[in-house]
Structures are given as structure tokens and as C-alpha cells.
Nanobody, 116 residues
């Protein structure tokens, strides 16, 4: 099992980034997928979830209306479009299956830094 996140970087407040996570070693299309993030000194938190077919999504209140999760099952990839970024969004972002399945081994994550 492998989860590889990419797309992070340094962005100014109000900017946008698109994160990608490519999965391998399991049947990606059989699992709802989630993005999580961990800010310095804080616990990892759930950011967004998408169902197996992409027909339904859910977001943490802190990102609702700014983030969009999507997936491409043909590419075994889940995405996170992040708009109107704030300094509080600074964190390492990870993807994984939805928590109730039992989390897989974490990938390396991708760093997002929002700063002027």
C-alpha cells in the first residue's frame, strides 16, 4: 500500500493550490477517501471526504466553501482544490481512506504554507 501526496508549496493568503494523492496497492475505487492535515503542534485533523464514486463529499467547517475534494478512479487519484487560503491552513496535508475503514499507512504528506 502506498499513498503519495504532491502539489503543496508556499502561497500567499488568498491564493490557491491543488493537491494530488495517488494510491497504489489496494482497490482505490472501493474506498471512500479523505484528506487530513496536521499543523505544527496540533493533532492531525480531518479536512474532507469523498465517497467511492465521488457522488457525495463532506468538509470540515473550517474549509467549507473554500476547498473541493474530487477523485479520478481511473487514475487512482484523489485531489484537493484549495482556494482563498489562510495562514491557518498551513499544515502538512495527507490523504488516506475514510477513517472508519481503518487507516492505511500514511504517506509522506505535502507541506502547504500560507504566508505573505
Amino acid at each position: 500500500v502506498q499513498l503519495v501526496e504532491s502539489g503543496g508549496g508556499l502561497v500567499q493568503p488568498g491564493g490557491s493550490l491543488r493537491l494530488s494523492c495517488t494510491a497504489s496497492g489496494f482497490t482505490f475505487s472501493s474506498y471512500a477517501m479523505s484528506w487530513y492535515r496536521q499543523a505544527p503542534g496540533k493533532e492531525r485533523e480531518l479536512v474532507a471526504t469523498i465517497t467511492r464514486t465521488g457522488g457525495s463529499t463532506d468538509y470540515a467547517d473550517s474549509v467549507k466553501g473554500r476547498y473541493t475534494i474530487s477523485r479520478d478512479n481511473a487514475k487512482n487519484t484523489v485531489y484537493l482544490q484549495m482556494n482563498r487560503l489562510k495562514p491557518d491552513d498551513t499544515a502538512v496535508y495527507y490523504c488516506n481512506v475514510r477513517r472508519d475503514y481503518g487507516l492505511l499507512k500514511w504517506g509522506q504528506g505535502t507541506q502547504v504554507t500560507v504566508s505573505s
